[in-house]
């Protein structure tokens, strides 16, 4: 039965808190908290915490019968949420050497973005045909397997794993002074603090690669969650159902498929560095990043004058064509220059992802809330023709990176720092080593 709280939540009036201010306390929530705390605590703890907060949050939205409890427990379902966001590529950059990094990063941004593109297509047609608290029983039945499958997962963090081998050697020899170099280390709250807390804020503000990334990035998934709230506007204009309009989001996804053409680029040039002994430089792996920025302002042109209102007459296809170009440009933007933080910043990776993932939550909670109105009051050929203006602008980054990216990277005390700890280690000569001797 409905009581006068679910009553409220069907009228117009409470559609915008129940369906957008939700979404964006819920992606706002990503970069606010968590940081690189997966150093001092490890990843495993925190996938399986965050998980299981998602699973809880979930039930409790579907259960809820009032705007302000489903309010709650989207802010709640966005920290659980931020666990992936800022920990996944740290994770990618724990277990795989850069070679491999070039397709798990890869798989990463593909499984983000396609997600954001598969929530509107699914939330609208599972809210028509069963109601809409079943996006939430769904997804508290997905996470509630995960947590599950969590538990047998092993510790990536090369810091926390050395440390559990020291204390284990200490416990058996009874030698308690023995000491690893551990630059995650946090014995008390003033040293979390400046690990998991200070350290994102100052390589954000100190680091040209990872502000000109974090900035890019941000901008560019933003647009993704823009477009929830724009192309139902644009196709409305069609005659389009909800649930036609959500389909326009099918060409971002094949665009965001067709990525995997320039990784098979991006390995080959691994292939022919290793065979000469050569080692791979971060810049190496941009260049999906500098055709997709051109594509990415080509895409939002066309779009913006294929539309109604100010052009009548063109097929709706023609419009949803440039769409591949911007599902293609959003996915190498974030999988790219992800790969670029992590290969640039290796220990350091989930610092640099921490404040890029605060960026990105911004724009991404932001976008959404002005994406209707936008659309409305500037028509949807103008607003789109702002998009387009700001992605010309962009194009100017690859140039800078490509051209100056090595020399910023030798200037940062982070980036050098990183690069001694790789060359300690010599995971790309092991890596070589592995592959040539299984040949």
């Not at 150093?39 to 299981?52: D, E, M, N, V």
């Not at 109601?131 to 947590?147: D, E, K, N, V």
């Not at 050697?169 to 709250?189: I, M, Q, Y």
């Not at 000109?212 to 724009?230: E, H, K, P, Q």
Request: overall charge neutral; hydrophobic content about 45%; proline content about 5%.
């Amino acid at each position: 039965m409905l009581n006068e709280s679910e009553n409220d939540l069907k009228s117009p009036a409470a559609y915008e808190s129940v369906s957008i201010q939700p979404v964006s306390w819920y992606l706002e929530k990503h970069g606010l908290e968590m940081g690189d705390s997966d150093y001092s605590f490890g990843r495993k703890q925190l996938f399986i915490a965050a998980t299981i907060s998602y699973c809880v949050s979930s039930i409790a939205i579907a259960r809820a019968s009032t705007v302000s409890v489903i309010i709650i427990f989207r802010f709640i379902s966005g920290l659980a949420s931020a666990v992936p966001t800022n920990i996944v590529a740290g994770s990618a950059e724990d277990l795989f050497h850069a070679g491999h990094r070039i397709w798990m990063i890869y798989a990463w941004a593909v499984t983000t973005n396609v997600g954001a593109c598969v929530g509107p297509i699914f939330g609208t047609f599972v809210a028509e045909s069963l109601g809409w608290r079943w996006i939430f029983y769904l997804s508290t039945i997905i996470t509630g397997l995960w947590s599950v499958l969590l538990l047998f997962i092993k510790e990536s963090r090369p810091s926390q794993l050395l440390s559990k081998a020291v204390a284990e050697v200490c416990k058996e020899s009874g030698d308690n002074t023995l000491r690893t170099r551990n630059p995650d280390h946090a014995p008390d709250f003033s040293t979390f603090a400046q690990v998991a807390l200070i350290r994102p804020v100052r390589l954000v503000c100190t680091e040209p690669i990872v502000f000109i990334c974090s900035i890019l990035t941000a901008v560019v998934y933003g647009l993704l969650y823009l477009f929830t709230g724009a192309l139902p506007i644009v196709y409305k204009s069609y005659g389009f159902t909800p649930g036609q309009a959500s389909l326009s989001f099918v060409p971002l996804i094949l665009g965001i498929f067709s990525g995997i053409f320039t990784r098979f680029y991006d390995h080959r040039i691994y292939k022919r560095r290793q065979q000469k002994s050569q080692e791979l430089e971060p810049e190496d792996k941009l260049t999906g990043f500098a055709i997709g920025a051109p594509l990415l302002a080509i895409g939002l042109w066309w779009f913006a004058w294929t539309i109604p209102p100010q052009v009548q007459g063109v097929p709706w296809i023609v419009s949803m064509l440039p769409l591949l170009l911007v599902g293609y440009a959003t996915n190498e933007f974030g999988c790219t220059l992800t790969g670029y933080i992590a290969d640039s910043y290796t220990v350091f990776a989930s610092s640099a992802f921490a404040s890029t993932a605060f960026l990105r939550a911004i724009c991404c909670a932001g976008f959404p809330l002005f994406a209707g109105r936008m659309f409305t009051a500037l028509t949807a050929n103008e607003a789109s023709s702002i998009l387009a203006a700001v992605a010309s602008v962009f194009c100017v980054a690859p140039v800078v990176l490509l051209k100056y990216g090595k020399k910023i990277r030798e200037r940062s005390p982070f980036a050098k720092y990183s690069l001694e700890q790789y060359r300690h280690n010599e995971v790309d000569r092991d890596a070589v080593m592995d592959d040539d001797s299984s040949v």
